[in-house]
């Protein structure tokens, strides 16, 4: 296509309006028409990633094939692009500044004040163009995390403000505001988007075009009002009603022709339609399952929805390729700690305990784990998950009494998960765990065989501790064994029971690659294993 377009995607009158779901539905539907596209976030926070980030502060923390620990909005652009981001995909105002600050002790500034502008502009207008450059692609998309108007986002905004003008032509500003419903007045509200386009111009960026969050339709008469007042024509105004699914959203910005204004915007051909196939076969297919199942996800972060955002799209992936509903319920490890295995565990099909950090709700997951294999549940663990399992087969198979990871209690006489040697010299905080993806080999006849059908696997890693292989000899000779192993060393990556119908831990993540297109085995096969859990709960022994 030639030189790389630049849209920003920015938000006005509230945070929540879901920029990222526009931007992965904008990505998917130029993808659709034949173009390469990349989605980026800017986050206006002074954290250097989310990786530190408490995830009652930031939901989860996404992690990419290369290593970089990412805001969540990252997992919507691959599980909707199905193409991997990277580190260039996620900047945050801490990455730009300890850039500049760096620059500027090794003297690159040759003695000028450094100032906001033009050196952090700079240095914002270089990540967002180091992606055009590097991946070649036609349209790297660009979501500013934030609201106009909040102080943090000034200096993004302008960096955008002078993009426009370097490349004339070559960038679309999509604006998603809020058009909200007053009951009293029974009235769609513009007002807020007036004000929030205004502040905009402030900042000398005139938006192309409106994207208007709402719960009602939006009138002829009152896209006509935003246009007049917003300065934009009256087609670039494009209504995104409340969506039942976010899968939903692609289909709706196509019907109101989100993607036909951008390309119409930036003088590109809008000939042909977007093939959508595949992704309208797997809405139709998650929308009428055959059947249902129930997932307990055990963790301690429950009420908080974003917590665990990777996982639950898995499961919808892994559910709609089985044509079954995935209902997830969320338990509290806390909770198990305190009142042991209670009614929470009737009637549940499947047990996923969760990864995590710090020993907070660690006993209740060693519980959920102890139920799941007496009772001949199929069991998932995730990283923690899986090393909690570890822990209880020592404890209650092994007889190691007060068997743990060194994470939990460093003098513990059986220290069956520990810390790699190379992090024990590890001492700083952000991006310092085993990250990223590493290759796996895979034992045949294996459930995880089963699962991947190939011996040379990868999967993206994001942790400290490790299965320790001192042990190892007792744990195979009492039943459970690895079926996954580290392709450059000795580290256990997968264990399983041998006589449990389907009991596996792995310590990576594989929810981090699952996409609609390409749903995760690990998660199809233990959704099929609920469900076969579910029409057989008495005969899952065979
Ligand atoms: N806390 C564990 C570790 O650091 C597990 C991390 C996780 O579940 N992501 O090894």
Redesign the pocket.
């Known amino acids: 296509m030639g030189k790389t377009k630049y849209i920003f995607v920015t938000g006005g009158v509230t945070s929540s309006l879901g920029k990222g779901i526009i931007s992965a539905s904008l990505g998917k539907l130029l993808q659709a028409r034949g173009y390469s596209v990349t989605i980026q976030k800017l986050d206006p926070y002074i954290n250097i990633d989310p990786g530190t980030l408490n995830p009652y502060e930031h939901g989860e923390c996404f992690v990419t094939e290369d290593g970089a620990e990412t805001d969540l909005d990252l997992g919507h652009y691959e599980r909707f692009s199905n193409s991997p981001t990277s580190q260039e995909n996620n900047v945050t105002t801490g990455k730009i500044y300890q850039a500049v600050i760096d620059k500027e002790r090794r003297g690159d500034y040759l003695g000028s004040t450094v100032q906001v502008i033009p050196h952090i502009t700079d240095e914002i207008k270089y990540r967002i163009k180091l992606l055009g450059n590097k991946g070649n692609y036609d349209f790297v998309i660009t979501e500013i995390g934030g609201t106009v108007g909040d102080i943090e986002s000034l200096p993004y905004i302008e960096a955008v403000r002078q993009m426009r003008w370097e490349l004339l032509g070559n960038t679309v500003v999509v604006h998603l505001t809020l058009v909200p419903y007053l009951a009293a007045a029974q009235e769609l509200k513009t007002k807020p988007t007036q004000h929030s386009v205004k502040t905009m111009l402030e900042q000398g960026v005139q938006p192309d075009i409106i994207v208007c969050r709402t719960e009602m339709p939006l009138t002829e008469n009152l896209k006509s009002k935003i246009a007049l007042f917003c300065n934009v024509d009256v087609a670039s105004v494009i209504e995104s009603i409340d969506a039942e699914t976010i899968y939903d959203v692609p289909l709706l910005m196509l019907e109101e022709k989100l993607d036909v204004e951008v390309l119409k915007k930036l003088k590109l051909p809008v000939e042909n339609e977007p093939e959508l196939i595949k992704w309208k076969e797997f809405l139709n297919k998650y929308k009428n399952p055959t059947s249902e199942v129930t997932i307990g996800l055990v963790g301690k972060y429950v009420e908080l929805k974003d917590a665990y955002k990777s996982i639950s799209e898995s499961f919808i992936h892994a559910g709609t390729e089985n044509d079954c509903r995935v209902n997830v319920r969320m338990i509290h490890s806390e909770e198990i700690e305190d009142l042991g295995i209670v009614n929470q565990f009737d009637g549940l099909d499947g047990i996923l305990v969760a990864?995590?950090?710090g020993s907070r709700g660690i006993e209740g997951k060693i519980k959920a784990i102890t139920y799941a294999r007496e009772n001949k549940i199929p069991f998932l663990g995730?990283?923690?998950?899986m090393?909690c399992a570890v822990i209880e087969f020592a404890r209650n198979v092994l007889d190691f009494d007060k068997a743990n990871s060194t994470?939990f209690n460093s003098k513990t006489p059986f220290p069956v998960i520990d810390m790699m040697e190379d992090q024990k010299k590890i001492s700083g905080l952000g991006g310092t765990?085993r990250l990223g993806s590493f290759g796996c080999k895979v034992t045949t006849e294996t459930h995880a065989w089963d699962i991947y059908k190939e011996e040379k696997i990868a999967e993206r890693h994001?942790?400290?501790?490790e299965f320790n292989n001192k042990y190892l000899e007792d744990f195979r000779n009492a039943g459970m064994i690895e079926s996954g192993i580290n392709t450059q060393g000795d580290l256990v990556e997968i264990v399983e029971l041998k006589n449990h119908p389907w009991f596996v831990g792995v310590q990576f993540?594989p929810e981090y690659k699952s996409t609609v297109a390409n749903p995760h085995p690990v998660f199809v096969n233990f959704v099929k294993a609920a469900m076969s859990y579910h029409d057989q709960p008495l005969d899952a022994e065979n």
């Open positions: 990864p995590g950090f995730i990283c923690l998950g090393q994470e765990m994001r942790h400290r501790y993540h």
